[in-house]
């Protein structure tokens, strides 16, 4: 199945609105270090690159056994500018002194930016960063595995919440601010992927499907930041959102320095959205297509947000879900049509955002359906519907059960 997906991939760029798709999934790796913020490269290969710092502090938390006193010392460890808490080794406590820390090139200016511009856009983020790169991930062949044989995968509302606070945190009001979270967020979630690649390698059945000797290179991170943020550039200029030149790039600064904050090496962060777009059409759309795993964690993900979560009808997610990737996504994830809906959906979506954007003084009749589905699916996740902003990011000391 995975062999057909990739002969067909080369549909998709036009199909999500994404122009000039190139590669694909075979390909070496090409994309020039001179579009980085680092402004040059060593030529490494992303997929090859991991995190071996945070990697070996990992390593020693598993090997003592301190993941579950961490996880309690850390609790309440959530603004940016708290103190280290007690009860943590003395190399974490010393690997976290070192990276926990904007890095020298952040500019306070375009961060205090993108808070502006992400509590506008909030609404829309939440749909395309759920909805969308939610399900998204799950046809992207590496991550729907890893995430599948992890410990996550046993739970995918409690990992849905988790990565839902990761971008809660970041889209914030005060992401970065001293009584901010994203900072410490970002900080937490680099050393959940450091303990899971070092979990992994040892479930045979994740080692059956892989394809790298660990999971969550910075390749990976990257790709999921293009199914993210890259993603929903493309979703909030298809909608017609005004977007000053000043904040796309705010936009991208905070994610250049949220890649920095998870490990990832500067020669491979793009310096501009041109950049990003390149890089995202050699990594990450020729790569996308179908796994038994991936069709698991889709039909979960999307049974939280049907009936009677919401009390949404399984068609309309269905074709909201169609709308916001394509036919085929949908089709690879065996989703059921539903074409009244999705005639809803297709002629309703746009007026209800031109609606909201003041472009249009008619309020569409499904306005309130919408406003409904963006209210509840913002607060799904929020710690299953028992904390307004957080739920609580913990360290894995296994795999699924079974893996």
């Known amino acids: ?53 945070a990697d070996a502090v990992a390593k020693a938390l598993l090997a003592e056994g301190k993941i579950p006193a961490v996880n309690t010392a850390w609790q309440g460890w959530i603004d940016n500018n708290a103190p280290l808490p007690a009860g943590m080794p003395d190399y974490l406590v010393s690997y976290l002194r070192q990276v926990n820390k904007l890095p020298s090139w952040a500019d306070p200016a375009k961060l205090a930016a993108s808070e502006k511009l992400y509590t506008r856009l909030s609404s829309y983020l939440f749909v ?40 809660y945190d970041l ?63 493309s979703n909030m200029l298809k909608w017609h959102i005004a977007l000053s030149t000043a904040e796309q790039e ?28 390149a890089q995202a059409q050699q990594m990450l759309w020729p790569v996308l297509g179908p796994t038994d795993e991936g069709v698991s964690l889709a039909k979960t993900l999307l049974g939280y947000i049907e009936k009677p979560t919401l009390g949404l009808d399984s068609g309309f997610v269905n074709e909201l879900v169609r709308y916001l990737l394509n036919d085929q996504m949908g089709d690879w994830l065996g989703l059921p049509r539903d074409y009244a809906q999705a005639a809803l959906v297709r002629l309703e979506w746009p007026a209800y955002v031109a609606f909201r954007e003041g472009a249009s003084k008619i309020m569409p009749g499904s306005f309130y359906l919408f406003d409904q589905f963006v209210r509840g699916i913002s607060m799904l996740y929020l ?11 913990t360290l894995p000391v296994a795999n699924r059960p079974g893996a």
Do not use: C
């Open 1 to 53: 199945m995975e062999n057909l997906s990739r002969r067909k991939v080369l549909t998709l760029g036009a199909a999500l609105g994404i122009a000039g798709m190139a590669g694909t999934s075979g390909t070496a790796w090409a994309w020039s270090g001179k579009g980085s913020i680092a402004g040059s490269g060593t030529g490494a290969d992303p997929f090859q690159v991991w995190d071996d710092t």
């Open 250 to 277: 705010a936009d991208l600064h905070a994610w250049q320095v949220a890649l920095h904050l998870l490990g990832v090496q500067e020669q491979f962060i793009p310096k501009t959205w041109a950049d990003a777009e």
């Open 128 to 167: 395309s960063e759920t909805l969308g790169s939610g399900i998204m991930s799950t046809v992207i062949p590496r991550e729907a595995r890893a995430v599948y044989w992890s410990a996550g995968g046993a739970d995918m509302k409690q990992r849905a919440a988790k990565t839902f606070t990761f971008g």
């Open 383 to 393: 710690n299953n519907g028992t904390s307004p902003t957080q739920t609580p990011i």
């Open 171 to 233: 889209h914030n009001s005060k992401a970065w601010a001293p009584d901010g979270h994203f900072v410490v967020t970002a900080n937490k979630t680099r050393l959940v992927h450091a303990a899971v690649r070092n979990l992994l390698p040892t479930s045979a059945k994740y080692q059956d499907g892989a394809d790298q000797p660990k999971p969550i290179s910075n390749g990976d991170i990257l790709r999921t930041f293009h199914s993210v943020a890259t993603y929903a550039r």
